[in-house]
């Protein structure tokens, strides 16, 4: 049976009484690796005349491979296993993000100052003054995550008790990457109007919205409508961070293969929110030639459309490309994917134009197979951590989110985008530039930076 490769979101740790022969730890080991597991840690806990209790984490593929490893083990003469302990639901124990307190309360005087009498004056001053707001509170660095939890990773419409991870997982990575305090808010509402109004509600005590996981076409109205109302800006990651991110990872995939943004032929499989934002901002760094690939085919002006698709037919397609996936991508030189899993077979990039760009980005299991895709194409890029260029959001969104709050701007423009983009792509130094490294990694130290000074202008 083939198999996946494994990884650290299958991680287990077995913890096993065995007999007083650290050579059994061994033939623990062998097993493991024979049954396709990747060993990554052996501690000893405890030592005895009778007996070892041996701590084993390992890496499965999936949830059944972890059982798998786990039976390998029970095999071994000598082995009892006393526990498993799942490490990706032991980080989550009692969620991963906490409140501290930048000041000092050990003194009635810390209060005093920090709470009642002083923050009296502080509220005062506020009413008066409201442009203080920013700089007297946490709004001027604080942003809300909003989600309903309606398109939760490749999870779908789970609800906004099981996005709450998620959400907890994103307002740790805005604290790691650009120092950011931000709130997961999950919203027990799928009604556009209530989560418009929620958000609007909310507002006063943030500097920017993050809107995440909210599934399209409903998310292209609220964030239209927070917008026009709010006087902070409001960012659905889920689009812009995506685009952003594929348009420094296409920059710098045409710099590898000699060619313009404003000459190729752009195909982009998905019209749902990533995919229409990937339209808008290539269509803006002035890309003349995008198809849009979706369950009706190529999307084309005045086919049978909703109203979302009908609007970006409208702007693509200048060709009146019409038919399949592999129509619309004769001849063209990049495929852009952020559909669903084995829509395009690897033998049509082979049909592409001279030298191809592949990025298959959905999650976990992308459009084609990145290592089938490599075969034909000059430059592959996907959504996973286990392949060379990885298009992943934390590049963009921690940067932006510091470029605004550190510019106290009111909303987020095309032109800033357009900046970001640029900035990702220019942290890979031209010497480093090459078909298995075309974007920075997430930890390059000078990501964030230099999109949070592009952001600034």
Known sequence: MTRTATTSSYSITMRLYTAPDHGVVGHVATAISAAGGIVTAIDVAESSHERLVVDVSCSAADADHAVELQDSVRGVDGVEIHKVSDRTFLLHLGGKIEVTSKVPLKTRDDLSLAYTPGVGRVSRALAENPEDVRRLTIKGNSVAVVTDGSAVLGLGNIGPGAALPVMEGKCALFKRFADIDAWPICLDSQDTDEIVRAVQLIAPGFGGINLEDIAAPRCFEIERRLRETLDIPVFHDDQHGTAIVVLAALTNALRVVGKELEQVRVVVAGAGAAGS???????????????????????????????????????????????????????????????????????????????????????????????????????????????????NNVLAFPGVFRGLLDARAHEVTTEMMLRAADAIAHVVRDEELNPNFIIPSVFHPGVSEAVASAIRG
């Open 277 to 391: 934002a990937i339209v808008s901002l290539l269509l803006a760094a002035g890309v003349p030639d995008v198809v849009v690939w979706d369950r009706e085919g190529c999307l084309a002006a005045g086919d049978d459309l909703s109203p979302a698709k009908a609007e970006l037919a409208g702007r693509t397609n200048p060709r009146n490309v019409r038919g399949d996936l592999r129509a619309g991508l004769a001849g063209a030189d990049v495929f852009i994917g952020v559909s669903g899993p084995g829509v395009l077979k690897p033998e049509w990039i082979a049909e592409m134009a001279a030298e191809p760009v592949v990025f298959a980005l959905a999650n976990p299991d992308p459009e084609v197979d990145p290592a089938s895709a490599d075969r034909y194409a000059a430059v592959v890029a996907s959504g996973r951590s286990d392949y060379p260029n990885q298009i």
